[in-house]
């Protein structure tokens, strides 16, 4: 009896984790985009239009999403090592029915001093939205050490609400 009661509760965990998990970018929207080309779309967001991007931190988020929550001590933790480092940090909120080049929230570019792209992506992986499984800080920490990434994560699952 334990045993079916054990293989059900484990059957039920992947199904209830499974429908939690979202693609960052079902469209596919960002296959085939350049670094320059994701930069051109997301200057054209009113917010951005005259908005020098050097060193910058984007995060975008979206009232309606509640997978924001489970990223805020993540936010928080890089926009620290981000003022740290330099980086001027710009917040930006979506709505569910704004089309930009934008695929899910939470995301975040990291843009270099040369207006570059770094990083575009979500925060992380998995359904935490942690630090324990993300690339942003690895992005920053090998900036600062002089490697420029120019990485563009699209094709993952996690804890996003598609726009």
Not at 60 to 73: A, I, K, L, P
Not at 81 to 97: C, E, H, P, T, Y
Request: glycine share 4%; hydrophobic share 40%; proline share 2%.
């Amino acid at each position: 009896m334990f045993f079916l009661w054990l293989i059900f509760t484990l059957i039920a965990a992947i199904y209830f984790i499974q429908n939690r998990l979202a693609q960052f970018d079902p469209e596919l929207n960002l296959n085939g985009n350049s670094r320059y080309s994701l930069i051109s779309q997301i200057r054209e967001l009113e917010l951005l239009k005259e908005t020098d991007l050097s060193n910058t931190i984007i995060h975008f988020t979206s009232n309606d999403c509640s997978c924001t929550q489970y990223s805020v001590d993540h936010k928080l933790s890089i926009d620290k090592i981000a003022k740290r480092d330099g980086f001027k940090v710009i917040n930006i909120n979506l709505s569910q029915d704004l089309h930009t080049i934008i695929p899910s929230t939470p995301a975040i570019l990291i843009v270099d001093k040369q207006q570059e792209l770094l990083y575009f992506g979500p925060y992380s992986v998995g359904l935490a939205c942690s630090e324990s499984n993300g690339y942003v800080e690895t992005v920053l920490k090998n900036y600062a050490k002089g490697y420029h990434s120019n990485l563009i994560i699209s094709d993952v699952k996690g804890c996003y609400c598609n726009l």
